[in-house]
């Protein structure tokens, strides 16, 4: 299957583009001096086809990121083995569904939202893992505050859930000093928070992310091509 590509690219399949964006973080890792198998890539799937999302994995895709429960929960029927991440706002009386048909949820920012998730891993007996989500950028609506993102940390491990890092979204800026210095914002709350995954870099800045120490990035147009913009 052919992806529609802008016309300055020459047109690619799905998995040719994983496979490139695999090559290439493996370069960029060793160029940034660290291990090639500590950088994991989510493909970011919302608003894009369950086709697509089975083509991905198959490609050799082993984690994808959704925004939307009521989208994702239509498209997770009968996937391949794979990794779920929630990436959206959680809603409280979705924190059930979400616990039951995600892996993690990266976007807890505030203390209300950890104890929906919390409550509901507890009723379904499960352990589950979260990350702090930062704001790092003027841009960006959510997220706490980096210098706050620890003591958020440590009463989310008091509800009982397992935090396990950071996720922060970049700022829309083409100055790429203004995204290093956002970048490592974020990795200094990740120092402090603790765990073993900073969620950094998105398709038009996984690089610099990596560069920064990201252990996770969440791709999504660069992958799966353009969003569709019919809503769901
Ligand atoms: C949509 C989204 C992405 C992927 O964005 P692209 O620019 O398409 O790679 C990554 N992270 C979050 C939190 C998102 O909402």
Same mark, same amino acid.
């Given at each position: +299957?052919?992806?529609?590509? @802008?016309?300055?690219?020459?047109? +690619?399949?799905?998995?040719?583009?994983?496979?490139?964006?695999?090559?290439?973080?493996?370069?960029?890792?060793?160029?940034?001096?660290?291990?090639?198998?500590?950088?994991?890539?989510?493909? /970011?799937?919302?608003?894009?086809?369950?086709?697509?999302?089975?083509?991905?994995?198959?490609?050799?895709?082993?984690?994808?990121?959704?925004?939307?429960?009521?989208?994702?929960?239509?498209?997770?029927?009968?996937?391949?083995?794979?990794?779920?991440?929630?990436?959206?706002?959680?809603?409280?009386?979705?924190?059930?569904?979400? /616990?039951?048909?995600?892996?993690?949820?990266?976007?807890?920012?505030?203390?209300?939202?950890?104890?929906?998730? *919390?409550?509901?891993?507890?009723? *379904?007996?499960?352990?589950?893992?979260?990350?702090?989500?930062?704001?790092?950028?003027?841009?960006?609506?959510?997220?706490?505050?980096?210098?706050?993102?620890?003591?958020? *940390?440590?009463?989310?491990?008091?509800? @009982?859930?397992?935090?396990?890092? /950071?996720?922060?979204? @970049?700022?829309?800026?083409?100055?790429?000093?203004?995204?290093?210095?956002?970048?490592?914002?974020?990795?200094?709350?990740?120092?402090?928070?603790?765990?073993?995954?900073?969620?950094?870099?998105?398709? @038009?800045?996984?690089?610099?992310? /990596?560069?920064?120490?990201?252990?996770?990035?969440?791709?999504?147009?660069?992958?799966?091509?353009?969003?569709?913009?019919?809503?769901?």
């Amino acid at each position: +299957m052919k992806l529609e590509l @802008g016309a300055d690219s020459a047109p +690619m399949t799905l998995r040719e583009r994983f496979l490139t964006l695999a090559q290439e973080l493996a370069r960029e890792t060793r160029a940034a001096g660290r291990s090639t198998f500590g950088v994991t890539i989510v493909g /970011v799937s919302k608003k894009q086809s369950r086709e697509k999302i089975v083509e991905a994995i198959d490609a050799g895709l082993t984690d994808i990121g959704e925004n939307y429960y009521q989208e994702a929960r239509k498209k997770f029927t009968r996937l391949p083995p794979v990794r779920k991440h929630f990436l959206g706002r959680v809603q409280t009386n979705k924190a059930k569904g979400i /616990v039951s048909d995600f892996d993690m949820v990266q976007s807890v920012d505030r203390l209300e939202t950890g104890r929906a998730i *919390a409550r509901a891993a507890r009723e *379904a007996g499960k352990a589950f893992p979260v990350l702090v989500q930062v704001n790092i950028s003027p841009s960006e609506r959510f997220g706490i505050a980096p210098s706050s993102a620890d003591r958020l *940390a440590q009463q989310l491990r008091d509800e @009982g859930l397992i935090v396990d890092g /950071v996720m922060a979204i @970049g700022p829309i800026t083409p100055d790429q000093s203004e995204i290093r210095r956002a970048f490592l914002l974020a990795a200094g709350a990740f120092s402090r928070v603790g765990g073993k995954t900073l969620s950094l870099g998105m398709s @038009g800045d996984w690089r610099q992310a /990596v560069a920064c120490g990201s252990t996770m990035i969440r791709i999504g147009t660069a992958l799966f091509g353009q969003r569709s913009t019919t809503k769901r």
